[in-house]
């Protein structure tokens, strides 16, 4: 009998550990299962002698038992499309040296313009306002001794008149005291940052960040999507090309135009999915004044950090990159190659592995539908709004039966904050948009 007892799995906590005192931190349901998780030995003989992956033989595996949290992080790399898995270990040495390189300087950048960058601390108060005058907080030179640093680059030249000019820096140097902000309330229960050098690091990712990509900047809930990053990878430029690529996919969510926020978009589409899936939900909370479904912004926005444990939030979005893997998707982000992605040769059957189960579901769609233009095919629908909809339609009754006020929907998803199935949200999401595809169809 005991032979056929289900494998419980072990438990994550010990790569993840709890600061002492915090009690009030979900427990992470992610076991590493024999046979089922993605371990190290299975990882390594993926790859050739000459360094070749065959994704295909981890994609399954990610989706159905996650990945061991010893090699999570390079295998992060390839599902964000940090390397092509038809790369060799030489070609991709080459390509993380130059990376390194490469953030070296733009640090580097950073760091003239203002010395805190680099400098193994951070800061939690306006240094410029919007004007440009520097602002001499006290609380700035506490926490930095800034005086003791250089003087930032763009004020050598004139000693008299200190005000910054040019906008960009400005708008940067504005940013820079909310990441410190948030950064001190991210994840504030593991250990890894009680250390002062792994807040520092975190901040000095999102500020370079915030410089590289001046068209987004930093937005408030970057650092919960960065903090693994930081946590998984040692090199610090490794986390912040691994970051990169995951803001590929997310910057729009952070883009603000006029009064709306590019979030935004994903939440009308939510609206429709769940019009199509489960229109008697749809048309209650359409009721209750939430067709806008407001109530999932943050779900969207930083990746259900919030609704899932640590553990388990890592575990939902390996399982998303999986589902949605391309291996074209390194070609797609370095520029390499400029042919329409979907209108690529026909696959073989080999081919096809290398694809997630979910975006081969999705290309074989586009393949059924292109003399079609112009129909809302769900192709290009991100797995992510289809798990806020596989997570409403598990509290549906709930929220049909109790929900008299958008006050009563914000409080049945918040109480099962922290305390969510990752695995079984994904496989509802699979399900839902499955559903989806055949009503839009018919």
């Not at 072990?10 to 427990?27: K, M, Q």
């Not at 038809?86 to 080459?94: I, Q």
């Not at 948030?182 to 690091?201: I, P």
């Amino acid at each position: 009998m005991n032979m056929c007892r289900k494998d419980p799995g072990l438990p994550t906590d010990s790569f993840y550990e709890i600061r002492a005192g915090c009690t009030d931190v979900p427990s992470t349901k992610f076991r590493i299962k024999a046979g089922k998780t993605l371990s190290v030995k299975r990882w390594r003989s993926a790859f050739t002698p000459e360094g070749y992956l065959d994704i295909s033989k981890c994609l399954s595996r990610i989706y159905h038992g996650g990945i061991h949290p010893s090699i999570r992080g390079e295998v992060w790399e390839f599902l964000l499309g940090c390397y092509d898995p038809k790369s060799t270990f030489d070609e991709r040495e080459k390509i993380r040296q130059r990376r390194r390189d490469q953030y070296a300087e733009v640090k580097e950048s950073c760091s003239r313009m203002f010395p805190v960058v680099g400098s193994g601390k951070f800061i939690t108060a306006r240094v410029i306002t919007a004007n440009g005058d520097p602002v001499q907080d006290p609380v700035v030179l506490l926490e930095t001794n800034l005086e003791h640093l250089p003087t930032p680059q763009s004020q050598e030249s004139d000693t008299v008149d200190s005000r910054e000019h040019d906008k960009d820096i400005i708008q940067w140097k504005l940013a820079l005291h909310q990441i410190g902000l948030d950064v001190v309330r991210t994840d504030r229960s593991l250990t890894f940052y009680e250390k002062q050098e792994n807040l520092a690091k975190l901040w000095d990712v999102l500020a370079v960040y915030a410089w590289y990509d001046k068209d987004v900047g930093y937005g408030q809930g970057m650092s919960d999507i960065c903090s693994p990053m930081i946590m998984l990878l040692e090199h610090e430029a490794d986390a912040f090309w691994c970051f990169e690529r995951l803001m590929q996919r997310l910057r729009g969510n952070f883009r603000c135009t006029g009064n709306s926020v590019g979030v935004e978009a994903q939440l009308d589409i939510l609206a429709n999915v769940n019009q199509v899936v489960n229109p008697k939900l749809h048309h209650h909370l359409e009721h209750l004044g939430g067709g806008g479904y407001l109530f999932a912004f943050r779900m969207l926005m930083v990746l259900f950090r919030r609704e899932f444990s640590f553990g388990d939030s890592l575990y939902l979005w390996e399982m998303m990159w999986a589902l949605e893997y391309d291996p074209e998707l390194f070609s797609l982000f370095e520029g390499a190659e400029t042919h329409n992605k979907y209108d690529a040769h026909k696959p073989t059957r080999k081919s096809r592995r290398q694809y997630g189960k979910y975006e081969r579901r999705n290309r074989r769609n586009r393949a059924g539908s292109r003399s079609k233009s112009g129909a809302e095919s769900g192709a290009s629908l991100p797995i992510s709004v289809f798990v806020v909809a596989s997570v409403l339609k598990d509290r549906s009754d709930k929220l049909l039966r109790e929900a008299r006020g958008l006050d009563d929907v914000v409080k049945i998803l918040n109480d099962i904050s922290g305390n969510m199935d990752a695995k079984k949200a994904c496989r509802g999401a699979m399900k839902i948009h499955k559903k989806y595809l055949k009503r839009q169809k018919s």
